[in-house]
Nanobody, 134 residues
């Protein structure tokens, strides 16, 4: 599969919003997930949100607790693009944001993404920088 491609980063003031995009060519059905991660220098990448591709049932979307209410993940299946909408941004949200892919799995009636840790995801993009400062 081609590497994922992120865009949409930039500089924003505290309280502002950004929408990041991840073009996930080749990931077109619910066998796949895309996750968003943030990394700051010297620290491991930490998960933000994940989504099962082309799947609209409950459980296909996950946002980590620290981002709930401020981040939303969505997809445009025609454009093969996954979005991360971030609101009420804080300086500590600054960092390089990456998207990556993983295989989805079935649990009961739901399709789910694997745990949002870097080792469960692959085919990383090059990242897009987000800077939140006054």
């Amino acid at each position: 599969q081609a590497p994922l491609v992120e865009s949409g980063g930039g500089s924003v003031q505290p309280g502002g919003s950004l929408r990041l995009s991840c073009v996930a060519s080749g990931y077109t059905d619910s066998s796949s997930c895309v996750g968003w991660f943030r990394q700051v220098p010297g620290k491991e990448r930490e998960g933000v949100a994940s989504i099962v591709i082309a799947y609209s049932r409950s459980g296909g979307v996950y946002v980590v607790d620290s981002w709930k209410g401020r981040a939303a993940i969505s997809q445009d299946n025609v454009r093969n693009t996954v979005y991360l909408e971030m609101n009420s941004l804080k300086p500590e949200d600054s960092g390089m944001y990456y998207c990556a892919a993983a295989g989805a799995f079935q649990m009961g009636r739901s399709r789910l993404c694997p745990r949002l840790t870097p080792e469960n995801y692959n085919n990383w993009g090059q990242g897009t920088q987000v800077t939140v400062s006054a």
